[in-house]
């Protein structure tokens, strides 16, 4: 079974509209830790946001906010406001069981102006 | 500052030679590690190190091999490689388990 598992490979939003991408996870750990990365086209893997299996609050990072659902394992990236340069590859991440980490193969999010 | 540096950007390997890619941070972190990113298939672990002489396998490990002497360098080594290997590697390195994994630019690897 896949660990992380991201359901659109593509999705597009008007710019200044707010944005879900979806990310559902399996695990039978009971710490384990939720990341999510930006690729933008140059490349590079930048963190956005972090939720740990034990807070109770979502997390927020300025306009990102990771919508956890623990009951139904997910845990959907939130992107407020969106801008031209929201434009990018997005990797859902799990860390469990220590140390291991797994990717899900990511959405592709297109920003229209 | 450099962050995470890696080398070389860019290699083309014959089948069955072997290469050393480097990856060394200036961030003092203790936990490093290696990815593998193929189209179509995110990242994928290959090996990881929570701290100078520890290392630890991945989701993907074999055909690699990682040491870590020191708490600054964590080099990948591909033995023998094979077209199965072509793929863009990442490195990365956190505080902790759970902080923020800080990413190296990639090396690009194409195996002949």
């Known amino acids: 079974a896949q660990k992380i598992t991201q359901t659109q490979p593509g999705m597009f939003v008007q710019e200044k509209e707010a944005v879900t991408l979806d990310c559902t996870y399996d695990?039978?750990?009971?710490?384990?830790?939720l990341f999510w990365y930006k690729q933008p086209s140059s490349g590079e893997m930048i963190f956005l946001i972090y939720?740990?299996?034990?807070?109770?609050q979502n997390a927020t990072e300025g306009r990102y906010s990771l919508n956890f659902q623990k009951a139904r394992k997910s845990a959907n990236l939130v992107i407020s406001a969106s801008q031209l340069g929201d434009s990018a590859m997005y990797f859902c991440a799990m860390r469990e069981f220590g140390n291991q980490f797994y990717f899900g193969t990511g959405t592709s999010l297109t920003v229209i102006p | 500052n450099a962050g995470v540096t890696q080398t070389p950007k860019f290699q083309v390997l014959k089948t069955g030679q072997s290469m050393t890619l480097q990856c060394a941070q200036d961030m003092n972190h203790e936990y490093m590690s290696w990815y593998r990113q193929d189209p179509g298939m995110g990242l994928r672990l290959i090996h990881y190190s929570v701290g100078a002489g520890i290392t630890d396998q991945g989701e993907v490990p074999n055909g690699y091999n990682v040491s870590r002497s020191t708490t600054e360098d964590f080099p990948l080594r591909l033995l023998s490689a094979a077209p199965s290997q072509t793929s863009v590697y990442f490195c990365?390195?956190?505080?902790?388990?759970?902080?923020?994994?800080?990413f190296g630019p990639g090396t690009r690897l194409t195996v002949t």
């Open positions: 695990t039978s750990d009971q710490s384990y830790g």
């Open positions: 939720q740990g299996s034990y807070d109770e």
């Open positions: 990365a390195s956190s505080y902790g388990k759970d902080n923020e994994q800080y």
